[in-house]
């Protein structure tokens, strides 16, 4: 699979630009952003890409600056040598769980031991969103509990849950490029079996799940909310993330719409991770 990078220079640049950029380019196909000096590099699958779309979202943009952008074209590739070369370090979360790649040595302790080869991915738990997720799983009870990952990546998320003793794990995502990495990843971490599928909400029809974890973007979410709501046990909790703070009022209104209370959120440099629990 071939991506297209943006790189993007803003005037006068301060980060969180670069917050609210990568916050538009999401709901027109980004996935995947990389803090520069002077703003931000942005990736998106090839076929994904519309150049007129990307002009038009910077002609809308909600703050007056001026920023410029170089396109470039992402040829497959080994993606674990590139991010081994340039990226990706062991992370520790909570002291209780490590995320690291099967090329990594001397790997940090700790109680839970990922093993994550990203390629493409990108769920490494770098992120503030997964971090975010990652912390929550480490303290839920997901024992006994029928867990949906949806908007899988690595399946780091469905990992974790499984070796937090969850009785079923479905890992989902739309992009068969992701859900091919969440199955190598599985096979690394000898867990528990997970089942992992691809395309999106159609495939909830008739399911049920005690826990829905959700690390995608708002304008999903809000689409998709209501599919969740319709799948998930009486008491069950939907954990959603993929979003900033200043988005919980219309996060918690649509939520409110359908039977879903809000319960709590958790925050990490603007980005928010919310509880909610389906009512009677």
Excluded at 16 to 23: E, G, K, R
Excluded at 27 to 43: C, K, P, Q, R
Excluded at 205 to 211: R, S
């Amino acid at each position: 699979m071939n991506y297209i990078q943006i790189t993007f220079c803003i005037a006068s640049f301060e980060e969180y630009m670069a917050d609210v950029l990568a916050s538009q380019l999401v709901e027109i196909g980004f996935e995947s952003f990389e803090l520069t000096n002077e703003g931000t590099i942005a990736y998106i699958q090839e076929h994904l890409f519309n150049e007129m779309v990307l002009k038009q979202l910077l002609a809308d943009f909600p703050l007056e600056i001026n920023i410029e952008y170089e396109i470039s074209k992402i040829e497959a590739k080994n993606w674990n040598e590139e991010w081994e070369k340039n990226y990706f370090e062991p992370i520790v979360i909570d002291n209780e769980c490590v995320i690291h790649s099967s090329f990594h040595k001397n790997v940090p302790q700790a109680r839970y031991k990922i093993i994550i080869d990203p390629k493409m991915s990108f769920g490494t738990g770098h992120h503030e969103t997964t971090s975010l997720m990652i912390s929550e799983i480490l303290n839920m009870t997901t024992e006994n509990k029928n867990v949906l990952d949806m908007g899988c990546g690595t399946a780091v998320l469905a990992i974790l849950a499984s070796m937090c003793g969850a009785k079923t794990v479905l890992a989902i995502d739309i992009d068969e490029w992701c859900t091919k990495n969440s199955v190598e990843n599985i096979n690394l971490n000898h867990v528990s079996p997970i089942e992992v599928k691809t395309g999106g909400v159609e495939l909830l029809c008739g399911l049920h799940f005690d826990i829905i974890i959700a690390n995608i973007n708002r304008n999903i979410l809000l689409a998709d909310m209501h599919k969740y709501a319709d799948c998930l046990t009486k008491g069950g909790k939907l954990f959603m993330s993929g979003f900033y703070k200043e988005d919980i009022p219309v996060i918690e209104a649509e939520a409110n719409c359908n039977s879903l209370k809000l319960m709590g959120f958790k925050e990490k440099n603007n980005w928010v991770v919310v509880e909610t629990e389906k009512m009677g």
